[in-house]
């Protein structure tokens, strides 16, 4: 996953592992731009990644508590 500043524009790429859950919050959600680049492969290190099939859920609200179902 890529995310760039809103200001200072820096840039940093976070490798996400195959059925990772990231959840952002705080200045991470709303001071810093994030997407998933197009590309075909990731380079982690020495190591190329080839990418597979992706699933994005994106939950903009959630409840504060759980109600357990019947």
């Not at 996953?1 to 959600?29: C, N, P, W």
């Amino acid at each position: 996953m890529d995310f760039k500043h809103k200001d200072s524009k820096h840039q940093t790429q976070v490798y996400l592992e195959r059925r990772s859950l990231l959840v952002l919050e705080g200045d991470a959600r709303y001071e810093w731009m994030h997407a998933v680049a197009r590309r075909a492969e990731d380079v982690v290190g020495d190591t190329v990644i080839p990418r597979g099939t992706r699933l994005s859920l994106t939950f903009r609200r959630v409840l504060d508590q759980a109600k357990p179902t019947p």
